[in-house]
């Protein structure tokens, strides 16, 4: 087998507050087998502290632990992620990070339960086939339910026994793969979090001409499958099989063909990959070298990842929307995925998913009439012919929300990015840029120097290696604040910037928010 890097020529296209630690990043495991390595001194200093039970892991008695690999970040930290059980049950919400330095030392928790669990019966009332059905009416076109597991349920204030299933099937955005925890007493949906994350060639949306890609060769053809990354290909979303041909030639400008959009959307994903090496440290979109296929033809105005594939859909003039900002904000939800806690919740997983598409532009730093770094989401596509679908610098321009307030939570998850893409755009560029970005409002009348964006995507990725499955906009607040703390020590301007960013969106402090100078 060859590996090729093949030539694809551009045509100009239309385009809950958690205890905290952190560190910059890298996600990529470790095997700590090797006493001499950083990551043995942090798998055992990890496993020390966990053995002597302090109170913020909130164990019980019939609490055991299982750790993760060591993940590894730049500045020499590292992140041991645990899940728990109790009474031999899984704990939803049970979930914990341990974050050390180079020499071991524990440097803080963070911790998704708030209290002990002390069920007073581990036997339900409610039998599994109940609980399934229960579970089938939370998604309106069914396609098969898994069987539902027995768990604790400890996000929240009160455990309680639960079971939890996987409905998969299809509601009003599409495909949907939905998590849904049912109290084993009585029935009442306590939980669901969805899965499905909604984000010589010619290609369209990327350039300068000659713009390259790599591909592989084997035999006598050539294929759209990445020869560095695992599992990645571009792939005919009727098919499922990868393009290939017998030259290392792609698509033809035509931004309606599909092998077009396949070039398009494996120079993005390419361009993102390099982005997280370079910036971040991390190991590829799964953090151990691999990613998935990227699938070209869906039949919708959409894109989306559902943990094993992105599909890539079209917009409203039928041209296959495989734009950089759109392919990285569909794997920054794998990366979310991909990083402890899993999918981000209350709120929060649009915007995580955005920050990676706009900092990928920014990296590739493409110029017109290209992918031109800036932070309007969908701009370049055009996806339902009204211009971009997100504002980061002023969400209010497309009707949603610049300040956090009660209610995010329980908004649609795409509106309720638009504090956290204001955050973002304040921590990177502040209120009042100097290299042509537009002046930011701030909900508190302040002004925010940014740090750039480089420096606020390394932050906020360290803030996921401390990530929980209790995210939420007050916890993502604490550990940014304690990533820029870890990341530049010696130095409170990064950290001074990311709180005043939060200030300026009305994200409270919270009792874990740590302090610098």
């Known amino acids: 087998m060859t590996l090729r890097r093949s030539l694809v020529l551009l045509a100009a296209g239309v385009l809950a507050a958690a205890v905290t630690t952190t560190a910059a990043a890298q996600a990529q495991t470790s095997d700590p087998r090797s006493p001499q390595t950083a990551e043995a001194m942090a798998a055992t200093a990890a496993q020390q502290l966990v053995a002597a039970r302090p109170a913020a892991l909130h164990a019980s008695p019939d609490d055991v632990f299982q750790p993760h690999n060591v993940i590894s970040s730049t500045n020499g930290l590292k992140y041991v992620p645990y899940d728990r059980t109790y009474k031999g049950l899984p704990v939803v919400g049970g979930d914990f990070v341990v974050a050390t330095n180079s020499a071991g030392k524990v440097l803080t928790t963070s911790v998704a339960q708030s209290t002990a669990i002390n069920l007073p019966s581990t036997t339900p009332k409610l039998t599994a086939q ?73 290609g369209v949306w990327n350039g300068p001409e000659p713009l390259h890609i790599d591909t592989t060769q084997s035999g006598g053809s050539y294929s759209m499958t990445d020869p560095n990354l695992k599992n990645v290909s571009c792939q005919d979303a009727d098919t499922n099989k990868t393009f290939t041909k017998s030259t290392d030639s792609w698509g033809n400008g035509d931004e309606t063909a599909k092998e077009t959009g396949c070039a398009d959307a494996l120079y993005s994903i390419q361009a993102e990959n390099k982005m997280l090496t370079d910036w971040l440290g991390r190991n590829s979109f799964d953090g151990n070298g691999g990613g998935w296929p990227i699938r070209v033809g869906l039949n919708d105005e959409n894109a989306y990842y559902d943990g094993s594939q992105v599909q890539i859909g079209h917009n409203a003039a039928g041209q296959w929307i495989g734009s950089i900002d759109v392919i990285a904000h569909e794997h920054g939800h794998g990366i979310d995925d991909h990083t402890p806690g899993s999918l981000s919740g209350n709120g929060t997983q649009e915007f995580v998913a955005d920050v990676f598409g706009a900092s990928t532009e920014w990296y590739a730093n493409e110029a017109a009439p290209y992918a031109v770094p800036d932070f309007l989401v969908g701009n370049q596509v055009n996806l339902v012919g009204s ?21 995010i939570p329980g908004t649609e998850v795409h509106s309720a990015a638009g504090p956290g893409n204001h955050w973002f755009y304040l921590a990177a560029e502040g209120t009042n840029p100097t290299n042509g970005q537009p002046v930011s409002p701030t909900c508190n009348n302040s002004t925010v120097t940014g740090i750039g964006v480089q420096d606020a995507v390394k932050i906020f990725y360290n803030a996921m290696l401390l990530k929980t499955s209790d995210s939420s906009y007050q916890s993502y607040r604490t550990w940014t604040l304690t990533a820029a703390k870890n990341l530049f020590p010696g130095s409170c301007t990064q950290f001074n910037s990311i709180k005043a960013a939060w200030d300026a969106v009305s994200v409270p402090a919270q009792s874990g928010d740590p302090s610098c100078g």
Request: proline content about 6%; aromatic content about 6%.
């Open 387 to 407: 211009g971009p679908i997100r504002n980061m610098y002023d969400p209010s321009q497309l009707g949603d929300k610049n300040c956090y307030d009660s209610s």
């Open 130 to 202: 109940q609980a399934e059905a229960i579970a089938r009416q939370q998604v309106p076109t069914v396609d098969s339910v898994s069987p539902a597991q027995l768990t604790a349920f400890a996000l929240g204030t009160a455990p309680k026994l639960a079971w939890k299933s996987q409905v998969a099937g299809r509601n009003a955005e599409g495909p949907s793969k939905l998590d849904v925890i049912v109290d084993a007493l009585t029935g009442k949906v306590l939980h669901t979090q969805e899965h499905v994350a909604y984000g010589d060639a010619q």
